[in-house]
T-cell receptor, first 114, second 114 residues
Framework: DAKTTQPTSMDCAEGRAANLPCNHS???????VYWYRQIHSQGPQYIIH???NNETNEMASLIITEDRKSSTLILPHATLRDTAVYYC???????????????FGKGTLLTVNP | NAGVMQNPRHLVRRRGQEARLRCSPM?????VYWYRQLPEEGLKFMVY????????ESGMPKERFSAEFPKEGPSILRIQQVVRGDSAAYFC????????????FGSGTQLSVL
């Protein structure tokens, strides 16, 4: 799986959009970008994933650059409960049962301030 | 619909004792993964199991650690003769089957070895 690079920490004001960047310059053509987050003392939680098109769900939006070498996770209106470590993970296709592992890095600690 | 259940939430053992960590996957899920998170480190894959079958144990230490997922009952991660270095948070995740894109994590078991 391709390596990812994320800032160690970021701050965001409550109610503002939080934009979390991730670099994955060695990503392969069939590898997906996944985002998980881990709130303190809890297990990781799936947020969103995408291949090359931008994706949006009830939690967040994922913007992937055209060359797919980087992406941004957007939390449109951050709340205090969004304070967590956010992990950007590159993973191959899971069809056929392959690429079942998630390889977690250090992630970005997002602190949402009141 | 209950999520992934792990127990106990906290487990304290003295050096040399055995630790048993339990994981009940989400309803309808037949695949279980175990991850370990050492203090100040990221989550590391340990083992991937299907009911009555170990699919991948490449992340398991060669000695003292074992895992099972019987036909009936929860998955068990067993650590024999625990040492202080085994102190960590152990997370279980489940998925419906092969090719699952999302993993659903439990809240973890915090193992402390005195």
């Amino acid at each position: 799986d391709a390596k990812t690079t994320q800032p160690t920490s970021m701050d965001c004001a409550e109610g503002r959009a939080a934009n979390l960047p991730c670099n994955h310059s060695t990503i392969s053509g069939n590898e997906y970008v996944y985002w998980y987050r881990q709130i303190h003392s809890q297990g990781p939680q799936y947020i969103i994933h995408g291949l090359k098109n931008n994706e949006t769900n009830e939690m967040a939006s994922l913007i992937i650059t055209e060359d797919r070498k980087s992406s941004t996770l957007i939390l449109p209106h951050a709340t205090l409960r969004d304070t967590a470590v956010y992990y950007c993970i590159v993973r191959g296709p899971t069809r056929g049962g392959s690429n079942y592992k998630l390889t977690f890095g250090k992630g970005t600690l997002l602190t949402v301030n009141p | 619909n209950a999520g992934v259940m792990q127990n106990p939430r906290h487990l304290v053992r003295r050096r040399g004792q055995e630790a048993r960590l339990r994981c009940s996957p989400m309803k309808g899920h037949s695949h279980v993964y175990w991850y370990r998170q050492l203090p100040e480190e990221g989550l590391k894959f340990m083992v991937y199991l299907q009911k009555e079958n170990i699919i991948d144990e490449s992340g398991m230490p060669k000695e003292r650690f074992s895992a099972e997922f019987p036909k009936e009952g929860p998955s068990i991660l067993r650590i024999q003769q625990v040492v202080r270095g085994d102190s960590a948070a152990y997370f279980c995740a489940s998925s419906p089957g092969y090719g699952s894109e999302k993993l659903f994590f439990g809240s973890g078991t915090q193992l402390s070895v005195l």
